[in-house]
């Protein structure tokens, strides 16, 4: 699912973005220029790297 219409910044771009090391919108924006135009998709993006977060410290635990 396209996130940032302005870049053409899916959902799993962000998430990959997040499984090289990224943990913050500003860390994502390193790799990936996610709202930096409008900045409409900024909550959605913070949302996915949470998210994400959540599920693979989750996996983490699991795999100890």
Do not use: F, K, W
């Not at 930096?36 to 693979?56: D, K, L």
């Amino acid at each position: 699912m396209y996130v940032c219409l302005c870049n053409g910044i899916t959902d799993r771009q962000i998430r990959d973005s997040v499984h090289r090391g990224a943990d913050s919108l500003p860390a994502i924006q390193c790799q990936l220029p996610v709202a930096t135009c409008c900045g409409a998709c900024a909550e959605v993006a913070r949302e996915i790297i949470e998210n994400e977060r959540s599920s693979s410290h989750q996996c983490c635990r699991a795999a100890a």
